[in-house]
């Protein structure tokens, strides 16, 4: 069966990718990920906020003069917050390229595209295959027109594709007014893939407590239905490869967002769920679908069932969405 695939220009065995979540900063599960079949992983994001304050410590040391930087480095207590700060970051970098042979892809996450973004090429030179570009900002102040939101996302695009030579992919999450265009626009401005959707952190209300509630609920596979459709609409349409994100949990969204056309599938919630072992069955559940329809190939299938490809390309519109409030409860 050949299951092999193409992302950001780099040869995949598979299209499973171990999207970017906590267990992926950790070498051993890195190790067995590969082990147990991934063809890729993503790891988690190093922030914006910790880069900017490792530079800031740099600066601090450099303004009182002190010459031992990793001494000096536990004079500030704040850094321990974050699980892994920008050394251990590219170190991670170095040791899991050094691990395995399947792509190791590094992310940053952030909102500007100030001086952070150079990191970019610090995670270039610790010999990731490439770099996932997580563009995570609310638009919370009212004067910031959609157009402003739209050019700041080309902005850091452009900031890290200056920077580095490995293919750049941008995460985004669905609160566009126009999706399409907007990839085609990040396409042109050299995403090398669009990874769709990150999903935005969003507060409840405690009622008890009145307060707000900040966790994190995992995904549900429910959730693949907008990538699915956005996914549908792109794929063939732009040149950057495209990335299924949100809402995997078996092999069954794994083939869906495969014939909508996307060239990887991630999943991070129900790695968390059922731990990293469950790779293997999204792997194995995807050869058996294909198995038992007598395919031999992923490429046979991958997009057959986009916008482009269906014979009637509307069901991914508006005149759909008519027939379905109509029919809805006639059978
Ligand atoms: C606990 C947790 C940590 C995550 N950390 C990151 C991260 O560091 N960087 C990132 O780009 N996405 C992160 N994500 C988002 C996932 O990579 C993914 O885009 C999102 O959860 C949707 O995929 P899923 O439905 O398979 O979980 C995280 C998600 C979870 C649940």
Redesign the pocket.
């Known amino acids: 069966m050949d299951l092999t695939t193409r992302y950001l220009g780099l040869e995949l065995r598979n299209p499973l990718v171990a999207?970017?979540?906590?267990f992926n900063a950790e070498l051993d599960n890195i190790k067995r990920l590969e082990d147990l079949g991934a063809g890729a992983v993503?790891?988690?994001?190093i922030?914006e906020e910790q880069i900017e304050h490792e530079q800031q410590l740099m600066e601090d040391l450099i303004t009182v003069g002190t010459d031992s930087y990793a001494e000096a480095l536990t004079y500030f207590p704040s850094q321990a917050a974050y699980a892994v700060d920008p050394v251990r970051y590219l170190d991670l970098i170095r040791r899991a390229t050094a691990a395995v042979d399947i792509p190791v892809i590094g992310?940053l996450?952030g909102a500007t595209d100030h001086g952070w973004v150079e990191y970019a090429r610090q995670i270039e030179e610790a010999g990731a295959d490439a770099v996932?570009l997580?563009i995570?900002f609310i638009p919370s102040d009212l004067d910031l027109t959609g157009r402003a939101v739209e050019q700041r996302y080309i902005d850091i695009l452009k900031t890290v594709k200056a920077a580095v030579r490995i293919p750049v992919a941008v995460?985004i999450g669905p609160y566009f007014s126009a999706i399409g265009n907007m990839a085609r626009e990040l396409d042109k401005a050299g995403a090398d893939g669009l990874?769709l959707?990150?999903?935005f952190y969003q507060p409840d209300i405690d009622l008890e407590r009145l307060a707000l509630v900040s966790d994190?609920d995992?995904?549900r596979p429910n959730?693949?239905r907008l990538p699915l459709l956005w996914l549908g609409v792109l794929a063939g349409r732009v040149k950057a490869s495209l990335a299924a994100?949100?809402?995997?949990?078996s092999a069954v969204e794994v083939v869906k967002y495969l014939l909508a056309g996307a060239d990887v599938v991630?999943?991070?919630?129900?790695?968390?769920r059922e731990g990293v072992q469950h790779i293997q069955s999204l792997r194995d559940g995807l050869e058996h679908w294909l198995a038992a329809r007598g395919i031999h190939s992923l490429a046979a299938i991958r997009g057959c069932m986009s916008h482009r490809n269906i014979p009637d390309p509307m069901a991914f519109e508006r005149a759909n969405y008519i027939r379905i409030l109509q029919g809805y409860g006639r059978k």
Not at 245 to 249: A, N, P, Q, R, Y
Not at 266 to 272: F, I, N, Q, R
């Open positions: 999207g970017a979540g906590p993503v790891l988690p994001s922030f992310s996450n996932e997580n995570y995460k990874v959707f990150n999903r994190l995992l995904s959730e693949c994100s949100t809402g995997v949990d991630m999943t991070t919630s129900a790695l968390l």
